[in-house]
């Protein structure tokens, strides 16, 4: 059965850190990423990273401030937020796809087509 379970999230102060987590079961990730969303907002990407070779990318408003990481023995993407900002406030969620797919990672995720989504986790941020 496949499962995706996110944590991590809560509320903070402008300038804190918080790390969320997202482990996997039932299959095994090519590709896994964390995107966001804030009301009224679209769904926008935040970072994803290749499970075979370690890429990353991020988008251009949480670079040097976030990190993605991986555990593949956990089959765990983690997303390391420092110097959270108010702007960061909006709902995370975990984005997984399997192997055996023919399309790229950065191509799933510029259409945010993974299989696979987490259920979300709430991150605020105060000023």
């Known amino acids: 059965q496949v499962q995706l379970v996110e944590s991590g999230g809560g509320s903070v102060q402008a300038g804190e850190s918080l790390r969320l987590s997202c482990a996997a079961s039932?299959?095994?990730?090519?590709?896994m990423a964390w995107f966001r969303q804030a009301p009224g907002n679209e769904r926008e990407g935040v970072a994803v990273?290749?499970?075979?070779?370690?890429?990353?990318y991020y988008a251009d408003s949480v670079k040097g401030r976030f990190t993605i990481s991986q555990d593949t023995a956990k089959s765990t993407v983690y997303l390391q937020m420092n110097s959270l900002k108010p702007e960061d406030t909006a709902m995370y969620y975990c984005?997984?796809?399997?192997?055996?797919?023919?399309?790229?990672?950065?191509?799933?995720?510029?259409?945010?087509?993974?299989?696979?989504w987490g259920q979300g986790t709430q991150v605020t941020v105060s000023s």
């Open positions: 990273i290749t499970t075979g070779g370690g890429s990353t």
């Open positions: 039932g299959y095994t990730a090519s590709c």
């Open positions: 984005a997984v796809q399997p192997r055996g797919t023919v399309y790229s990672c950065g191509y799933i995720y510029a259409r945010k087509s993974f299989r696979y």
